[in-house]
């Protein structure tokens, strides 16, 4: 069964430093988002991503933050410059068109210090 | 705006006694509702979505979900528990309208302690 798969499990930075965080969708998706979930709390939105652009992006979505999909495969979130609330398990979805269900990664969780 | 009310933060059922994880929800348009379900140190994994047609919905794993517009609610329903089915449980929300975006809002997670 195919799965979104996200690298890597787990991400320790440094405060102020750069992050890149790694997901493949399922291949034949269209949609692909970013969610996080700092610890004990709910999963938030970030960023939904459609056709080589950005359709949607929440508050937490700041210009700190940034997404690519430099390749037929891969879909990348960027943190410029990390915080110490930047914390929390961060994960990638994907779904084949707005209706349909959204499969999620296994998640990337990041800390730091 | 779309938001997402799950009023337990615990569900505490013994095995084989039915279970309801409930959920209420906002939408300006037509909702879009999904549950799913969180096991320890895993990604969140898709239960079961209702878009519209039959109000009780079935899913994965034995669980369903009754969508009832009135209440604005889409509770979840098992017959009979496992303890495996201890986990985290979120429910969802999307927007139908077709200017809304396709961000999910999820509530704040119930956890469903199945004993033995």
């Known amino acids: 069964e195919p799965e979104v798969t996200q690298t890597p499990s787990h991400q320790v930075t440094q405060m102020g430093q750069e992050v890149i965080l790694r997901c493949v969708p399922i291949s034949n998706h269209l949609y692909f988002y970013w969610y996080r979930q700092i610890l004990g709390q709910k999963v938030e939105f970030l960023v939904s991503f459609y056709n080589n652009e950005i359709s949607e992006k929440s508050e937490i979505f700041d210009d700190q933050f940034s997404v690519e999909r430099p390749d037929g495969s891969n879909f990348t979130l960027k943190i410029r410059s990390t915080k110490l609330e930047d914390s929390a398990m961060y994960f990638c979805?994907?779904?084949?068109?707005?209706?349909?269900?959204?499969?999620f990664g296994p998640g990337t969780r990041l800390t730091v210090l | 705006a779309q938001s997402v009310a799950q009023p337990e933060d615990q569900v505490n059922v013994a095995e084989g006694n039915p279970l309801t994880v409930k959920c209420t929800y906002s939408?300006?348009?037509?909702?879009?509702l999904f549950w799913y379900v969180q096991y320890p140190n895993r990604g969140l994994q898709f239960l079961l979505k209702y878009i519209t047609g039959d109000n009780l919905v079935k899913g994965s794993y034995g669980f369903e979900a009754e969508f009832n517009k009135s209440q604005t609610s889409f509770h979840l329903k098992k017959p009979s528990a496992l303890v495996s089915d201890s986990a985290l449980y979120f429910c969802g929300v999307r927007d139908m309208n077709n200017n809304a975006g396709n961000m999910l809002t999820f509530g704040g997670g119930t956890r469903l302690m199945v004993k033995p």
């Open positions: 939408v300006s348009g037509n909702p879009y």
């Open positions: 979805a994907s779904s084949g068109g707005r209706s349909n269900e959204q499969f």
